[in-house]
């Protein structure tokens, strides 16, 4: 059985764009729920595609997604065209994604554990700033980082946030993470590290009463934190189909030549 000839389900954000076009490809081709499923077109933004992986790994029930832009950036979509569907999702390369595990710990000793595809962050939640110990694997490397945040972020989302901190941009299959700090105080010239994606990372808030920390995993977030746990989750694999043109290890790789 060819991609195109797997039962396939439809999926689209609640934005007018991704609405018509659901409309439009539905007209067009056979969806089928997604129960029935044994792969996903998703329409929308890159928002909406970790909604989307979101929502699967809370089910247990992972299937490769093809997703086409119909969002503002859709780093991790396709192009948006109605004609020849069957056609790209054959022709379709596919990428394995392993998503981080966050373990975070409240101040009121609530665990809460949660995947993140592309970052981990710790922030500050009031005008204080955030004092933070950062270990790994169990080795305190940092004792006090004095900042707004820091994140851990996997390849996949090292364009996302982590870009915008000034962290590096990481190629797929590099077998790295990257620790970049949010508005780092002191050390002023400690600007991130690259951490090998077996380590773990702990991040225990110093004094989290009087400065206290939320942790955000994409899209959940925990307020008052003690300690952050992160590792890579390789008991989890995610799959995205992209165009061979519009692959995302090439787009990540030219990411760093945009100025």
Not at 44 to 48: N, Q, R, S, T, Y
Not at 106 to 112: A, K, L, N, S, W
Not at 114 to 124: D, G, K, Q, T, W
Not at 219 to 223: A, D, I, N, P, W
């Given at each position: 059985?060819?991609?195109?000839?797997?039962?396939?389900?439809?999926?689209?954000?609640?934005?007018?764009a991704a609405?018509?076009a659901?409309?439009?490809l539905?007209?067009?081709?056979?969806?089928?729920?997604?129960a029935?499923?044994?792969?996903?077109?998703a329409l929308?933004?890159?928002?909406?595609l970790?909604?989307?992986?979101?929502?699967?790994?809370?089910?247990?029930?992972?299937l490769?997604?093809?997703?086409?832009?119909?969002?503002?950036?859709g780093?991790?979509?396709n192009?948006w065209?109605?004609e020849?569907?069957?056609e790209?999702?054959?022709a379709?390369?596919?990428?394995?994604?392993?998503?981080l595990?966050?373990?975070?710990v409240?101040?009121?000793?609530?665990?809460?554990v949660?995947?993140?595809?592309?970052?981990?962050?710790?922030?500050?939640e009031?005008r204080?700033?955030?004092?933070?110990?950062i270990?790994?694997?169990?080795?305190?490397?940092l004792?006090?980082?004095?900042?707004?945040?820091?994140?851990?972020?996997?390849?996949?989302?090292?364009?996302?946030?982590?870009?915008?901190?000034?962290?590096?941009?990481?190629?797929l299959?590099s077998?790295?993470?990257?620790l970049?700090?949010i508005?780092p105080?002191?050390?002023?010239?400690?600007?991130g590290?690259?951490?090998?994606?077996?380590?773990?990372?702990?991040?225990?808030?110093i004094?989290?009463t009087k400065r206290?920390?939320?942790a955000?995993?994409d899209?959940?977030?925990?307020?008052e934190v003690?300690?952050?746990?992160?590792?890579?989750?390789?008991?989890?694999?995610?799959?995205?189909l992209f165009?061979p043109?519009h692959a995302?290890?090439?787009?990540?790789?030219?990411e760093?030549?945009?100025?």
């Open positions: 059985m060819t991609a195109a000839e797997r039962p396939t389900a439809l999926l689209a954000s609640d934005t007018e609405q018509q659901e409309a439009e539905r007209r067009s081709y056979n969806f089928v729920p997604l029935e499923a044994e792969q996903i077109i929308g933004g890159d928002g909406f970790l909604h989307t992986l979101h929502g699967m790994l809370k089910g247990r029930r992972i490769p997604i093809f997703g086409m832009n119909l969002g503002t950036v780093f991790l979509m192009e065209q109605v020849g569907l069957r790209r999702v054959d379709a390369r596919a990428f394995k994604v392993a998503p595990r966050m373990e975070a409240t101040v009121d000793g609530e665990r809460i949660h995947p993140a595809i592309n970052e981990v962050s710790l922030l500050r009031t204080q700033t955030a004092w933070i110990e270990s790994v694997n169990d080795r305190v490397v004792p006090q980082l004095v900042c707004d945040g820091v994140l851990v972020a996997t390849p996949a989302g090292s364009t996302a946030y982590n870009l915008s901190a000034q962290g590096p941009i990481l190629p299959g077998n790295l993470v990257a970049t700090p508005s105080f002191r050390p002023r010239r400690w600007h590290a690259l951490i090998p994606d077996e380590f773990s990372i702990l991040f225990r808030a004094d989290p206290p920390v939320s955000v995993a899209q959940l977030e925990v307020r003690e300690t952050v746990a992160v590792s890579v989750d390789r008991s989890i694999e995610l799959t995205l165009d043109d995302l290890d090439e787009r990540i790789t030219m760093q030549f945009i100025a």
